[in-house]
């Protein structure tokens, strides 16, 4: 499910069929986003997850989401087991801003088709291919997996960013196992109190990173 004409729009002008679009009374459709069916009063208040609903929602056939999006990536991002739904949609974002050809998301994480990852992706889940898959997936389509820490590692700024390369990003409250099988750990070094960034801005500041030195 897709809520406001922005998302819907993003989702068309990515190829994504769109099923259906639910228009509230006094809202106009999305041109070409398929058929239109009507709401009575009251009912997008009754349904809507913001505080302030748009009035149009669409319902957005789901893409496979396979590991052989890996096969030709250059750079991907791999979120591992993350939890929350706001820092997907933000990673999601950045990766699709810095140019990054796929997103990577373990088993266990957080849907990618919550309601709350696709309002905070700001559309880019429709234009950045996301896998589902294990890490060994991603390594055996030929990444080499840069594990994120806190406290360990190349400092971002001197990290060998040539080739293929796969930046692993770890649960919000754990972090990467310290046996995760990455190639090479990297931290973002910082001076304030703070003992690390949120998982999301790491995210931002690495593939932008990477972007510039690629």
Do not use: Y
Not at 117 to 133: D, E, K, M, Y
Request: proline letters at 6%.
């Amino acid at each position: 499910m897709v809520e406001g004409a922005t998302l819907v729009a993003e989702a068309v002008a990515a190829g994504w069929e769109v099923e259906a679009q639910f228009v509230a009374p006094g809202v106009e459709p999305v041109v070409g986003a398929g058929p239109v069916r009507r709401l009575a009063p009251g009912v997008a208040e009754r349904i809507s997850a913001t505080t302030t609903p748009p009035g149009l929602f669409a319902v957005v056939r789901a893409r496979a989401m396979d590991a052989s999006v890996l096969d030709a990536a250059q750079l991907a991002v791999v979120a591992d087991r993350l939890a929350d739904p706001g820092n997907l949609g933000t990673i999601l974002r950045s990766a699709e801003a810095a140019g990054a050809d796929a997103v990577v998301l373990t088993p266990g994480s957080v849907d990618v088709l919550n309601p709350k990852v696709v309002r905070a992706s700001a559309g880019a889940l429709f234009h950045v291919p996301v896998a589902v898959a294990d890490l060994g997936a991603v390594r055996a389509a030929g990444l080499r997996l840069l594990g994120t820490s806190s406290h360990q590692g190349t400092p971002h700024t001197a990290v060998d960013w040539s080739g293929r390369v796969a930046i692993v990003l770890g649960n919000e409250a754990h972090g990467l196992d310290p046996d995760a099988p990455v190639d090479e750990w990297v931290r973002i070094e910082h001076r304030g109190r703070a003992e690390s960034l949120n998982v999301a801005m790491a995210a931002t500041v690495l593939c932008f990173e990477a972007a510039r030195r690629r």
